[in-house]
């Protein structure tokens, strides 16, 4: 099991920012990348961002390229989601979830531990 908790979510105004964080407790080298996935009301859980604990390596979902930015702080077992210029379509449960294996997924089932997920709201 490697536990995941995710903080930073809250309502803010469209154009602002959140910053998102996901602490892993008992992360072992068998944890590859970290993905953070969304779900709005009515809808399926997506792929937001990815990040590779190696190098560092980042992917995107091209709804949110230019504006979030994914970042990890090895040492903490943390990973972040920087949202700047945010939009109420960005508004959601976001979720941060471990990847084992090597590749990084686009696919909520190429995760294998997720978090309980945090409310970002945005208000036009």
Do not use: H
Request: hydrophobic share 30%.
């Amino acid at each position: 099991q490697v536990p995941l908790v995710e903080s930073g979510g809250g309502l803010v105004q469209a154009g602002g920012s959140l910053r998102l964080s996901c602490a892993a407790s008992g992360r072992t080298f068998s944890s590859y990348a970290m993905g953070w996935f969304r779900q709005g009301p009515g809808k399926e859980r997506e792929f937001v961002a990815a990040i590779t604990w190696s190098d560092g390596s980042t992917y995107y979902a091209d709804s949110v390229k230019g504006r979030f930015t994914i970042s990890r702080d090895s040492a903490k077992n943390t990973v972040y989601l920087q949202m700047n210029s945010l939009k109420p379509e960005d508004t959601a449960v976001y979720y941060c979830a471990n990847r084992r294996s090597r590749g990084v997924g686009y696919a909520v089932y190429a995760y294998d531990y997720w978090g309980q997920g945090t409310q970002v709201t945005v208000s036009s």
